[in-house]
T-cell receptor
């Protein structure tokens, strides 16, 4: 059964550094998403991506964040200048539209 | 008002008993409803989806939806220690922009042998 994969599983970075989180969605999915979960808090929507452009973003997704799908398979989330409060689990997800969303295993981002 | 509300728990149930979890949502135009299970440090794993009023059963799990009351619930029958996890309720509105999920804070379930 196909699965969403994410790399790295854990990323440690210094405040102010750029990080890129990578995801390989399931091949027949059309919509792609990033969510984050700060430790002990709820899962929060960041951004949705469809047809090679952002279709919706939350207030969290400010100018420090960007997404792209550079090669038709990978889906990346970039944080340009990390802050301490960006420390969280970041989940990639996908679906075919109007159906179940499947989540990747997540990347734990630790900003020091 | 929170968009999706759940009792945080923990909900402690003896092995073999029924665990009953509740979720309320504020947006009346929500169309799809999901229960995810999340083990500590892991990603959400889909258990059930429900789209219309009534009950939906899948193995030991039954989801119930009442759109008039803006309420969705999950019953876990014959609870096992492996069911100990946090259960996340999620709702969405299907739009052209996609399928953004709004999650509740989750209910922690502890199944005691």
């Amino acid at each position: 059964e196909p699965e969403v994969t994410q790399t790295p599983s854990h990323q440690v970075t210094q405040m102010g550094q750029e990080v890129i989180l990578r995801c390989v969605p399931i091949s027949n999915h059309l919509y792609f998403y990033w969510y984050r979960q700060i430790l002990g808090q709820k899962v929060e929507f960041l951004v949705s991506f469809y047809n090679n452009e952002i279709s919706e973003k939350s207030e969290i997704f400010d100018d420090q964040f960007s997404v792209e799908r550079p090669d038709g398979s990978n889906f990346t989330l970039k944080i340009r200048s990390t802050k301490l409060e960006d420390s969280a689990m970041y989940f990639c997800a996908g679906d075919r539209g109007a159906d179940t969303q499947y989540f990747g295993p997540g990347t734990r981002l630790t900003v020091l | 008002q929170k968009e999706v509300e759940q009792n945080s728990g923990p909900l402690s149930v003896p092995e073999g008993a029924i665990a009953s979890l509740n979720c309320t949502y504020s947006d009346r135009v929500s169309q799809s409803f999901f229960w995810y299970r999340q083990y500590s440090g892991k990603s959400p794993e889909l258990i059930m989806s429900i789209y219309s009023n009534g009950d939906k059963e899948d193995g030991r799990f039954t989801a119930q939806l009442n759109k008039a009351s803006q309420y969705v619930s999950l019953l876990i029958r014959d609870s096992q220690p492996s069911d100990s996890a946090t259960y996340l309720c999620a709702v969405n509105k299907v739009e052209a922009a996609g399928n953004k999920l709004t999650f509740g804070g989750g209910t922690r379930v502890l199944v005691k042998p």
